[in-house]
Every structure is written in structure tokens, then in C-alpha cells.
């Protein structure tokens, strides 16, 4: 198994939907900065409820950590036919990200101060909820750059 660990923002809400067998599945997206004019997409699957608790923090823009499976990197062509790489993750943990936050990372009212795994919940030190947007370097996420 390929373990990888992701730290970035939100390109949109959740999203959740349930396979036909009534299973529950979660879909986020997070622009992670490779380097400074560079954004990587992930595609990060959440199955079943085990992180339903903190997903109503979870909005467009929040800064988000994520461990989990790496799944084999899909190809596809985007809106103008050049080729680009879909990559994908189930994540395993998810947690609030102590980056992109006002007040030095101090929990400011919105999410609590917890991170979940598929196995069991810890203290976090990270506390609340994500800054909205990329205000530090005052890029934006727009939904003509989401991948998928």
C-alpha cells in the first residue's frame, strides 16, 4: 500500500453520496502548492461515517490535512485537450490544518479542537476551522480550476 500525506485547501464543499448498497461516500477536493506557481488536484474518498463529525466544518477554502491510500493516478484531458494526471486518495485521516489560519493558529470558535482517524479520535493541537480562501498569498480558488 502507498500511504501519502496531503496538506492543502478545499476546492469546494463535500460532497456526499451513497452507492446503491446504501453505503455512504464523501468526496473532497484539495489544491495542494507543489511549488509557488504550481497547484496539485487530489480527489480524497471518504467511505462510510467515520468523519462525519468534523465534515460540517469542512466549506471551500479550509485548510485541511489528509492521510490515507494513494490510488493509481488517472489520466484525462482537460476542457482545452491537453492530458492531465487525476490523483486520488481514500483517506484514512483527516484532520484541521494549523496553516492558513488567523491568530497564529488559534482556534477561532468554528471547528472543535479534534482530528479523527478510521480507528480512533486524539486531541489535536491543530484546533478549529480553516481560514476561508488563500488569504496569506492571496490566490483564489476558482471552480473552472477544479480538475474534476
Known sequence: MNYTHLAGHLGADPETRFTPSGQKVTTLRVACRARKDETIWWKVTIWGEQF????????????????????????????????????????????????????????????????YNSSFSQESSFGGQGQQGYDNDKTAILDEEIPF
Not at 485537450?81 to 490523483?87: D, E, F, R, V, Y
Open 52 to 115: 462525519d463529525r468534523m465534515l460540517p466544518y469542512f466549506k471551500k477554502g479550509s485548510a485541511i490535512m489528509v492521510s490515507g491510500e494513494l490510488m493509481k493516478p488517472e489520466i484525462f484531458n482537460d476542457r482545452e485537450g491537453k492530458p492531465q494526471i487525476s490523483l486520488q486518495l481514500v483517506a484514512h485521516n483527516v484532520s484541521f490544518s494549523p496553516f492558513g489560519k488567523p491568530n497564529g493558529g488559534k482556534s477561532e470558535g468554528g471547528g472543535p479542537d479534534v482530528s
